[in-house]
């Protein structure tokens, strides 16, 4: 998957469809390339909303209640509209206890936005997340595919900054 | 294996869970997620049980008995754990009890009355969820789910429909569909909603409801009574719940043919006995319209019509039970010496012409089954329970599924073999199909092709056969193939319009006697009514000859305006008659242009025997009492004799139940035409829809679709048609215009019309446009002429 | 601090993550060992004399585990490494990941030898992004070097690995929800029997072990198992990485022998608790094990007796919290994650951690009442029993020992008293969930 996503479509585009036929043809069946065909489709359409999913079941032939149920399950996957930039921020517990909670705050002031919102330009989605595996680099961000860690609210406008170009 | 439960040695020879050991040892262990018919899932983790010696605790359902395990299944640990598990569920429970359809038949309910401790330490309102999600037919109301899955998976393992799904995760789980799409929002869509009704039954709380029940009647109300499904040969058994003479539910009942299952029409579509349509009183025409007339002057005007030597005709149906056949097959006979009985079967078909010597098998046998080849058209949408059967069979044995139907009834989509042909080619393609078993596979058959069989499949060429009928080069190949490498390949058939004649279970009972020999067991085929073998037994099946009009005709429980193709026997007989009397319970098509009808009873006022496709006879049980001026069959026949100043005698039950008739054990198998090309060639399909008595059902055309063309999503725009649109549909001097429908279950490059004969301005236009010894196959020029209107 | 290291040797130089600088310090050695001089019953042998048990947390004998999969007749066979970091507390696969990826492969190449798999895969979590990336090049110039694919090295034997990415649930550190996970399917926990080591990915016989697991295993190989062995304590043998996070001055993973104590790990290694604060608790096993307090200081960390202690060592991530640490938060905090990460399939753990985050909520809010505090104990001692997979029954172990260890300042919330410690008063941005 690339970053930044792209901005929201309701459409599989050809160039992705071909992708996602070549993909399919690595997988042993259809089924078993699911939660990788899916992270193909966000990246192209934003999120996977319920025009996206329709003609990708048609792709997949499998029953759509099915790819809603994995699609649902999985944090990763949005069924709504998100920011082209996803900043995640740890608020487990080794990063609650060295400030955790003053980043979120840092991060949804200078977005102007609250935590789990997406900014009105589509730039950003601000996601309290449970756990990145930083715990040595607490507070951990982590920015589409980039870990940071330890960040302090201080860091924050200089960290956006970059993404905000 | 000797294992002790709650002190209580066992013997056990089979390896099984300790939940199924306790039940057969008769010890109640409490569960709610765990169901026989389906998969385990060990969910609820109310059978959790203690095993003597092990220092946790186990879920019944998942585990295995193992040699010496001393059980113990109520300890107090286990009791707390019940509770716990109960007071979680019940905190976030609305607890409408009072008003819910579920009262008093709530597994919840019982569960918490046994093991529940009267507390609540997470007291919560309730109302997480949205509260309700309709359908037609089936109501839910998530906030009353217990997330057992059972819906769920029956909905998957069991009617292959996979339309609920648990959706989303943890605390925040809800069973669902599709982005919370109501149940009926797409046809199209390949994993649809069929509206049999399993979640409903499978639910053990008040979450999945029947809308048609619905406040009709508490779960303990009026009477249960037994008996047996009314639609197809599948022999589904039914518990009709009646309250102060009004049918109010209807639900299956286990049965050898059905499991515990049913389809739409065994569940809903039996609401028709409620109809106001139902004829009650006898109808005789005068000046033009039908007028209700007592019985006296209804019997006097048939009379008026016949004498004894009167060729009168009649056309009864295999919805009549056994015993209302004989005695309508002898009171014929007594009467009129010259009359002619012919059986018509829902689709306006010859009932009585199919071989008698294939299908008396049970279902059971599909689990020994290495091998079930499914033939025919829209098998599962005629007989869905059958498409249960094969799929469960499949699930417990392993075992391999070719199919060949060229619709997509979701049987086609799990087979590990899938080919497509039109109906009109299936006898050309089972010809070649044992013209390959012949000359590729000699050593697997134990009789060579012999008679009339030996031209058919001398004459079937493979390659020319796969080439017309559209099917991928080699792929009866592989199908011989399959078939020749398994052990015990079991065929199962259903007949459609595309096979007027027979030609495809004649033709596959001679490739399963190729196969097995003396030891063939013959195929399993479906027919269309309730009673097709019985009636079958009892009435000859002379091919129909006579030409031009029949005097008097009597039709019985048939409706061949309604439901048979416009221009064949059948109709056109009907349309002719001089004098037409209708024995029918509702006005049907043809019940409304009769001279005279007599009123009937409906199968659930009846007592008698249905026999079931397979053979199996079984009890129909009187629920209702019909109204008062609806006399039994009998009634009126007898009345009819005294209206003749003759006297009839009825067969005794040894008589009735005794075959009579049987054509022979090997009958000729005509040559299969030689199959044409199938572009622009309009298959028309029938639909349960025309049958009357699904038509009375309010919204049952939310299941059935209205007539339209229907097409391949991907072929539309190679015809220049649009979904939602309209076609001209020409062939000859006859045209008419429906609607064009994106059909997913249609295959690329084919074209079906579901028909309602019913329809005027469509049975002139097939009667005009369909040559008649082409009438599944005809070619159709297609002229779109709207553009389809913008979706949402 | 100068034992020998196995999991993380190299760590420190330079383009380790590259193969030609992996190779020049001795990488893939081990699997040439194998390939050329051993059979597969003999790798078994060797695994199980180092007495390797499994990192993830069960500690299953991993020499067992790989013998029970090369005994079963059904093929293929699959070798699978769990990637799935993502316990609160648990960093100690990253490393690896990012910069010895070939450590990894090579595990993998001889537990696939072991074992008789020719293929694998290894399944990462979604959110490591850039360790995904890593793997992926590495398995690029191991293939062109002919380390994987067809006849590696020339000995006849294959095996193809890949890297699969998961899409954030983690349940799927579970063996048999990452299973799912791999199938396409939600990661819910299967019943079992039957194992993974009969039937695992698509039901075949599957090795599925963690990735520390595995980057233990060319050391083992190369050093012999006795020196593995003789490392350690009496109950569990060798290195282990153990995270150490939370208010420390030098938060990080450290490979460290079996058996180190907890003020050692602390103190020797993590350079004390943060700022010279007085310590306050620790949960030696990440967010599913119960907190250790100051008595436990001189307890050696390994399986055995962490779990003597009452706790559990599992990924041996260690979370230090120091005083002024509002106890309640630290279990809502613990308490949230589960509630978010359970699959929702069995009652005890979709709705007890749903009610177990509501009354500590309540709590923080100062509506709880005191009864609560036992009703929270006595709902956890249910799905602790109850639950259908091992995060259900630990889910409620960190709560369940903050009320054991801290029971006054759970009091004191009921009884709306002022909370001034950190976390004491409302969450400043609610619950996101």
């Not at chain 2, 349309?575 to 199968?603: D, G, M, N, Q, Y």
């Not at chain 3, 029997?193 to 090795?207: I, M, S």
């Amino acid at each position: 998957m690339t970053y930044p996503l792209a901005a929201p479509s309701n459409t599989i585009s050809p160039a992705t469809r071909e992708r996602l036929l070549r993909l399919l043809a690595e997988y042993p069946s259809k089924p078993a390339a699911l939660l990788t065909a899916l992270y193909l489709v966000q990246a192209e359409c934003n999120h996977l909303n319920e025009a996206v999913l329709t003609e990708f079941a048609d792709i997949m032939e499998m029953p759509k209640s099915v790819i809603y149920e994995v699609t649902t399950f999985y944090s990763l996957y949005s069924t709504k509209p998100v920011g082209r930039n996803i900043i995640m921020v740890c608020q487990n517990l080794c990063c609650f206890l060295r400030g955790s909670d003053e980043v979120v705050m840092a991060i949804a002031r200078e977005l102007g936005i609250k935590p789990g919102e997406t900014t009105p330009d589509g730039k950003f989605t601000l996601r309290p997340v449970e756990c990145l595996a930083a715990c040595e680099r607490a507070p951990a961000i982590q920015i589409n595919d980039k870990l940071m860690g330890p960040v302090s609210p201080a860091d924050i406008p200089g960290i956006l900054a970059e993404y905000r170009r | 294996m000797e294992i002790t439960i709650d002190g209580r040695p066992l013997t056990l020879e089979n390896p099984m869970s300790i939940l199924e050991a306790a039940r057969l040892a008769g010890v109640d262990i409490p569960t709610l997620c765990w169901h026989p018919r389906v998969s385990v899932l060990g969910a609820c983790r109310l059978c959790m049980i203690e095993v003597v010696g092990m220092n946790r605790l186990l879920a019944a359902c998942t585990t295995r008995v193992a040699d010496r395990m001393e059980i113990l299944t109520d300890t107090p640990a286990l009791r707390k754990i019940r509770q716990t598990m109960l007071e979680l569920l019940l905190c976030k429970h609305p607890m409408d009890c009072p008003t819910c359809v579920k009262g008093g038949a709530c597994e919840l309910q019982a569960l918490a009355y046994k093991w529940s401790a009267p507390v609540n330490r997470f007291p919560e309102n309730p109302g997480a969820y949205p509260p309700v999600h309709v359908s037609p037919f089936v109501e839910r109301d998530s906030r009353k789910c217990v997330l057992c899955r059972r819906c769920v998976r029956v909905c998957h393992e069991v009617r292959g429909v996979t339309v609920l799904g648990a959706m989303h995760r943890g605390y925040l789980k809800e069973i669902g569909t599709y982005f919370a799409q109501p149940l009926d929002r797409d046809f199209r869509d390949p994993f649809n909603c069929e509206f049999c009704g399993a979640c409903i039954d499978i639910c053990p709380v008040g979450a999945l409801n029947s809308r048609q029940h619905k406040f009709r009647a508490r779960s303990w109300e009026g009477v249960q009574v037994p008996t047996v499904c009314p639609f197809c040969s599948v022999g589904c058994l039914l518990s009709l719940q009646v309250k102060e003479n009004e049918l109010v539910q209807s639900r299956p009942r286990a049965g050898v043919n059905n499991l515990d299952q049913v389809c739409f029409r065994g569940r809903f579509a039996v609401d028709y006995v409620n109809s106001a349509e139902r004829v009650t009183r006898p109808l005789l025409r005068r000046d033009g319209a039908l007028v209700p007339v007592d019985q006296a002057t209804a019997i006097a005007a048939l009379v008026e019509q016949v004498r004894p030597e009167t060729a009168v005709m009649a056309l009864l149906s295999p919805r009549l039970t056994q015993e209302e056949t004989a005695d309508f097959v002898d009171t014929m006979a007594q009467l009129f010496p010259r009359s002619d009985v012919r059986a018509v079967c829902t689709m306006g078909l010859n009932a009585a012409d199919i071989p008698l010597g294939i299908g008396a098998r049970p279902w059971g046998d599909l689990d020994q089954a290495d091998l079930v080849v499914s033939v025919g058209q829209d098998l599962t949408l005629f007989s869905p329970v059958a498409g249960v059967r094969i799929r469960t069979a499949r699930r417990a044995s392993g075992g391999r599924l070719a199919v060949l139907d060229a619709r997509d009834t979701l049987l086609g989509g799990e087979a590990d073999l899938w080919l497509r042909p039109a109906g009109a080619h299936l006898p050309a393609v089972l010809a070649a199909l044992g013209a390959l078993l012949v000359a590729e596979h000699p050593e697997r058959l134990a009789a060579r092709p012999d008679g009339a069989l030996e031209t058919v499949f001398a004459g079937a060429a493979p390659d020319d056969v796969e080439a017309a009928a559209g099917l991928a080069a080699g792929s009866l190949r592989r199908l011989a193939g399959e078939i020749a490498g398994a052990k015990n390949p079991i065929f199962v058939a259903n007949r459609g319009w595309f096979d007027p004649s027979g030609q495809v279970p004649r033709l596959l009972v001679e490739i399963d006697r190729l196969l097995g020999g003396s030891e063939a067991r013959g195929i399993m085929f479906l027919r269309t009514d309730c009673n097709s073998r019985g009636t079958a037994e009892l009435v000859a099946a002379a091919e129909p000859e006579i030409d031009g009009e029949p005097e008097v005709l009597l039709v019985v429980a048939a409706d061949p305006l309604g439901t048979a193709i416009p221009g064949s026997v059948f109709e056109t007989w009907t349309r002719k008659a001089k004098f037409l009397v209708v024995i029918e319970s509702t006005l049907t098509p043809t019940a409304r242009a009769a001279h005279l009808v007599l009123p009937l009873r409906v199968f659930a006022e009846k007592e008698g025997t249905f026999l079931a496709g397979n053979g199996v006879a079984q009890q129909l049980r009187a629920a209702l009492a019909p109204p008062p001026a609806v006399p039994t069959l009998r009634r009126t026949l007898a009345a009819l004799a005294a209206g003749l100043e003759r006297q009839v005698t009825f067969a005794p039950p040894s008589l009735v139940r005794q075959k009579r008739w049987s054509p022979p054990e090997r009958p000729a198998v005509p040559v299969p035409p030689t199959p044409a090309g199938q572009a622009r060639c309009l298959q028309l399909r029938w639909s349960p829809l025309s049958d009357n008595r699904v038509r009375l059902v309010p919204e049952a055309d939310r299941i059935f679709l209205a007539p339209a063309l229907e097409v391949h999503p991907d072929s539309l725009a190679a015809l220049g048609l649009a979904d939602g649109g309209a076609v001209r549909l020409s062939s000859g001097p006859a045209e008419v215009t429906v609607p064009v429908r994106a059909d997913w279950r249609t295959p690329p490059g084919q074209l079906f019309l579901p028909l309602d004969p019913g329809n005027p301005e469509l049975a002139a236009f097939v009667r005009a446009a369909v040559r008649p010894e082409g009438w599944p196959l005809s070619c159709v020029n297609l002229t779109g002429i709207a553009p389809a209107p913008a979706r949402e | 601090m100068s034992a020998p290291r196995y999991i993380y040797r190299d760590l420190e130089t330079p383009g380790i993550e590259r193969l030609e600088v992996y190779r020049a310090a001795g990488g893939y050695q081990a699997l040439e060992k194998v390939l050329r001089t051993m059979t597969p019953p003999e790798v078994v042998e060797v695994v199980k004399a180092a007495r390797l048990v499994g990192r993830g947390g069960a500690g299953f004998p991993t020499g067992l585990k790989w013998e029970l999969v090369a005994r079963e007749p059904l093929t293929p066979k699959f070798v699978v490494a769990n990637a799935e970091e993502g316990e609160p507390g648990t960093f100690k696969d990253l490393p690896i990941l990012t910069r010895i990826p070939h450590r990894l492969i090579e595990g993998m190449l001889i537990g696939a030898f072991a074992v008789g798999a020719h293929e694998g895969v290894i399944v990462c979590r979604g959110e490591f992004m850039e360790p995904q990336r890593i793997l992926r090049q590495a398995i690029a110039e191991a293939e062109a070097a002919g380390l994987l694919g067809e006849n590696i090295l020339g000995t006849g034997f294959s095996f193809k690995l890949w890297v699969y990415r998961t899409a954030g649930a983690y349940i799927c550190g579970e063996e048999t929800s990452l299973l799912e996970a791999l199938e396409g399917k939600p990661g819910m926990p299967r019943i079992r029997p039957p194992f993974p080591v009969n039937a695992g990915l698509w039901a075949r016989p599957t090795a599925l072990n963690n990735v520390e697991t595995f980057a233990n295993v060319p050391g083992i190989i190369l050093g012999g198992a006795a020196p593995y062995a003789a490392l350690g304590t009496e109950k569990n043998s060798g290195t282990k990485g153990y995270c150490i996070s939370g208010h420390v001055n030098k938060p990080g993973v450290y490979e460290i022998p079996f058996g180190v104590t907890l003020r050692s790990l602390i103190n020797d290694y993590a350079g004390g608790i943060l700022d010279g604060r007085a310590f306050k608790a620790v949960f030696p096993g990440g967010a599913s094990s119960s907190c250790l307090t100051a008595e436990h200081m001189d307890l050696p960390l390994d399986f055995h007796h962490v779990a003597q202690a009452g706790s559990m060592l599992g990924s041996a991530a260690f979370m230090v919290v120091a005083e002024g640490v509002c106890m309640v938060e630290v279990a809502l905090r613990l308490a949230r994650f589960f509630r978010h990460e359970s699959c929702g399939k069995c009652i005890p753990c979709r709705d007890g951690t749903y009610q177990i985050v509501r009354l500590l909520e309540r709590m923080k809010r100062g509506e709880g009442v005191a009864c609560e505090i036992d009703d929270i104990v006595d709902l956890a001692s249910v799905m602790q029993k109850a639950a259908f997979c091992g995060l259900g029954q630990a889910a409620p172990n960190p709560v369940l020992s903050c009320i054991r260890h801290f029971r006054s300042e759970f009091e004191d919330h009921c009884a709306g008293k002022p909370c001034s410690m950190l976390g004491g008063g409302e969450n400043p941005y609610g619950n996101h969930h």
